[in-house]
C-alpha cells in the first residue's frame, strides 16, 4: 500500500483570507515546506489573492483558487497518494471526490468531516469535549509532539517546556 517515500505525491489543501485568518495556510505551508524535501508536495489554499505573499520565494509548489471547484481538476492532474485538510469546512461533494482517489489526513481539530478522514493529527492529547472518541478515525495522533512550529519561532529553554508540559492543559499559538 505505501510507496517510496520519494514518489508519495501529497496535496495540501486549506483556506486562508481576511474572514477565515491566516493560522491554517501558516501551518499547511510549514508542514508541506518539511515535506517536500523528501516527497512531490503541492499546496492548494482556497482564498484571497494576496495569500501568495506568504508563499511566493519559498520553494513551494502551489495555487491559490477562489473557491473549492478547482481542487478536483488539480487533484486528477497531480494524482496524489494522501491529501491533507486544513480548514474547518469543506464540500461533501468534493470531499467524497477526494476520499475515493486518496488517503485524506486532518491538520485542523474543527473540520466538518474530522470524523470521515483517515488520519487526524492534533496538538493536543485532550479531545474537544464534543469529540466523542469512539467516532474518531482510527489513526488519531495526539500531543505536544504534534504540535505544528513555524520556521521562525524561536526556541524557550528547556526547563520552561518541560514546566509546561506537565500542565493538564496547554494552550499553543501557531
Aim: proline share 3%; charged share 25%; aromatic share 12%.
Amino acid at each position: 500500500m505505501y510507496k517510496n517515500q520519494s514518489t508519495l505525491r501529497v496535496l495540501f489543501v486549506c483556506r486562508g483570507s481576511l474572514r477565515d485568518g491566516l493560522g491554517h495556510v501558516m501551518r499547511s505551508r510549514t508542514v508541506a515546506l518539511e515535506m517536500s524535501s523528501k516527497m512531490s508536495v503541492k499546496l492548494v489554499v482556497i482564498g484571497d489573492d494576496y495569500i501568495e505573499t506568504l508563499l511566493v520565494g519559498r520553494g513551494l509548489h502551489y495555487q491559490i483558487l477562489s473557491d473549492e471547484k478547482g481542487v478536483l481538476d488539480i487533484l486528477y492532474e497531480f494524482k496524489p497518494d494522501i491529501v491533507v485538510f486544513d480548514l474547518t469546512n469543506f464540500s461533501e461533494i468534493y470531499f467524497e471526490k477526494i476520499k475515493k482517489e486518496a488517503m485524506t489526513v486532518s491538520l485542523s481539530p474543527i473540520f466538518n468531516f474530522l470524523r470521515n478522514v483517515d488520519v487526524v493529527f492534533h496538538r493536543t492529547k485532550y479531545p474537544g469535549k464534543d469529540w466523542s472518541m469512539g467516532n474518531m478515525p482510527p489513526h488519531f495522533f495526539c500531543g505536544l509532539q504534534y504540535a505544528v512550529v513555524r520556521e521562525n519561532c524561536s526556541p524557550i529553554h528547556s526547563d520552561i517546556y518541560k514546566k509546561y508540559l506537565q500542565e493538564e492543559t496547554l494552550s499553543i499559538v501557531i
